[in-house]
């Protein structure tokens, strides 16, 4: 059983940075994606980073030139830095694997952009 556990979150001032981090656990193989998500209050799940298998990334519009995924280390963690905060980016911010086994979900967690 492949399990997520997320940790990074907090809150920040506009401008401010957050690098989330993402551990894996249990028997990964043959990973498709890596991927972040981000969920805020009233709205739909967004995808805000993705790692496809061969190394090629995707980033929400939103989040172009400030947001960076990086891949599994050898610590089974992957992360996000995320610079240049806005308060449009408060949301609970979730990873996600896609692979052989199926795909997981980390527990999420919250962003907050205030000052």
């Known amino acids: 059983q492949v399990q997520l556990v997320e940790s990074g979150g907090g809150l920040v001032p506009p401008g401010g940075s957050l690098r989330l981090s993402c551990t894996a656990s249990?028997?990964?193989?043959?990973?498709?994606?890596m991927n972040w998500y981000r969920q805020a209050p009233g709205e739909m799940r967004e995808l805000v980073a993705r790692i496809i298998s061969g190394g090629s990334t995707n980033y929400a519009d939103s989040v172009k030139g400030r947001f960076t995924i990086s891949s599994f280390n050898a610590k089974n963690t992957m992360y996000l830095q995320m610079n240049n905060l806005k308060p449009e980016d408060t949301a609970v911010y979730y990873c996600?694997?896609?692979?052989?086994?199926?795909?997981?979900w980390g527990q999420g967690t919250q962003v907050t952009v205030s000052s």
């Open positions: 996600n694997l896609d692979g052989g086994w199926g795909a997981t």
């Open positions: 249990g028997s990964i193989f043959n990973i498709y994606t």
